[in-house]
């Protein structure tokens, strides 16, 4: 008897978590394996828009860190994940929040980035509760978007993944409570 508690506890201490991030009623896997690399959840964050909860974002890296300047910079895959809380998340304003978070962040490199952050923005429509986007960062091999599990396409280089990480973690986030949450400073 006294064996099988102990081994009870030793599984409890052993086994990680499936789920480790909890955030307005979405769940993110703790970890989750894009080819040989294994990713962390750096972090949680809510995007509001006035009263409206938009959608919940988690980062995962290789090697978590507090430091958005470190984060973007950082070799390595790198992954984001979005869970639609609302249903106003329309096509027009995706689009418009994609831009504006680029044109912001990434200034000085948007003229150079201008044709692929539109093909970008149409590898997406109306959003709606419960869906799920994921963009999946390689270097090297570009960005993938997917929706819903369903490849949307890849937009290549390694410059453009820096700025779709500044759209979050640049000077100028849709939220500091959204940056905050994603680098687990919260």
């Known amino acids: 008897m006294l064996r099988s508690a102990a081994l009870l506890v030793v599984c409890f201490l052993v086994v990680p978590a499936v789920w480790s991030g909890e955030l307005a009623d979405v769940k993110m896997a703790d970890e989750v394996t894009v080819g040989d690399a294994t990713l962390h959840l750096n972090g949680m964050g809510l995007r509001k828009k006035m009263w409206v909860k938009v959608y919940v974002a988690g980062l ?6 507090k430091n958005g300047a470190e984060v973007v910079a950082a070799g390595g895959t790198k992954r984001v994940v979005m ?3 609302t249903d106003k998340a329309n096509k027009k304003k995706m689009d418009a929040a994609w831009i ?3 044109e912001a ?3 000085s490199a948007y003229d150079s980035m201008k044709d692929r952050v539109k093909r970008f923005a149409d590898l997406f429509g109306d959003m709606k509760v419960g ?3 994921e963009l999946t960062m390689v ?3 570009g960005t993938t978007a997917a929706v819903n ?3 949307k396409g890849v937009i290549d280089g390694d410059d453009f993944a820096v700025g779709l990480l500044k759209v979050w973690l640049g000077d100028q986030p849709p939220s500091d409570e959204l940056k905050n949450g994603m680098l687990g400073s919260l």
């Open 60 to 65: 995962y890296l290789e090697s978590p860190s």
């Open 83 to 85: 869970h639609f809380l």
């Open 100 to 102: 504006e978070g680029f």
């Open 105 to 107: 962040n990434s200034s």
């Open 131 to 133: 869906d799920v986007i």
């Open 139 to 141: 270097p090297g091999a």
């Open 149 to 151: 599990g369903e490849t």
